[in-house]
């Protein structure tokens, strides 16, 4: 069964800095963009950071600077390396792998992991 599963969550204090990760138990035929997203209670999910198959990368305004989104081929894992947090950081936070499921897939296919929570207090 493909899965994500991630990892790294917690809680740590403002100014401090948590590692996510999050490794596919698959391989997409074609991975086209890879991502973090967040999501707070009573809110809808929201991008964090993405990263294209070109090394395209894009930051939410509010992380620009302080998190930094990376991919290891070879171990089937994106991470999301996140300094300087802060407490509106805190929320549960869900990897994503969008792609080309075979050579023969007509569109893409949308997986999700499980979510990780993270907690900065003040």
């Known amino acids: 069964q493909a899965q994500l599963v991630e990892s790294g969550g917690g809680l740590v204090q403002a100014g401090g800095s948590l590692r996510l990760s999050c490794v596919a138990s698959?391989?997409?035929?074609?991975?086209?963009?890879v991502g973090w997203y967040r999501q707070v209670p009573g809110k809808q999910r929201e991008s964090v950071a993405t990263?294209?198959?070109?090394?395209?990368?894009d930051y939410a305004d509010s992380v620009k600077g302080r998190f930094s989104i990376s991919r290891d081929s070879a171990k089937n894992t994106i991470y999301l390396q996140m300094d300087s947090l802060k407490p509106e950081d805190t929320g549960v936070y869900y990897c994503?792998?969008?792609?080309?499921?075979?050579?023969?897939?007509?569109?893409?296919?949308?997986?999700w992991g499980q979510g990780t929570q993270v907690t900065v207090s003040s």
């Open positions: 994503l792998n969008r792609g080309l499921l075979t050579v023969w897939s007509s569109g893409e296919t949308a997986y």
């Open positions: 698959f391989r997409l035929f074609r991975i086209n963009i």
């Open positions: 990263l294209t198959s070109d090394g395209r990368t």
